[in-house]
């Protein structure tokens, strides 16, 4: 789950003071996709879940949590829809909050025997604003 890892670590690295033991981090709903074939070349897979970062006790402002966000969804998740951050703050006192974030990730990863066992490699998603879309699909960038 390269991506959950790398969302919680943007955040921890964002400059908003967020400290590791207040950001919890989770996934759920999971479901694993294979198609292996009868000759079992293909050893790949995709991994898709709900990715849950949970904030504990954050002073500074929401929004500004979530466009750290926003920057993040934008640069790892290509094919993402317009709605591809959820979130639910609770409001603790005049100064904390906690913050729950949900994205919907998903991780490609390759399979390759190498000598002594196998290497699992994650795979970036493939983006259609690297290869010239633009033309087809007015708006993009």
Excluded: C
């Amino acid at each position: 789950m390269k991506k959950l890892t790398d969302a919680r670590n943007h955040l921890l690295q964002s400059g908003l003071g967020i400290k590791a033991k207040d950001l919890l981090t989770f996934a759920e709903k999971g479901t694993v996709t294979s198609y292996q074939g009868s000759d079992h070349q293909n050893r790949n897979f995709k991994i898709e879940y709900v990715a849950h970062l949970i904030l504990t006790d954050y002073a500074g402002e929401p929004q500004t949590l979530l466009f750290i966000m926003t920057n993040w969804v934008d640069a790892n998740i290509p094919d993402r829809n317009e709605e591809a951050l959820k979130f639910h703050v609770d409001v603790i006192n005049t100064k904390t909050a906690d913050i729950s974030i949900q994205i919907q990730l998903s991780d490609t990863i390759t399979v390759e025997p190498v000598d002594g066992g196998t290497k699992l490699d994650h795979q970036p998603d493939a983006d259609v604003r690297d290869i010239g879309m633009g033309a087809f699909f007015p708006g993009l960038s």
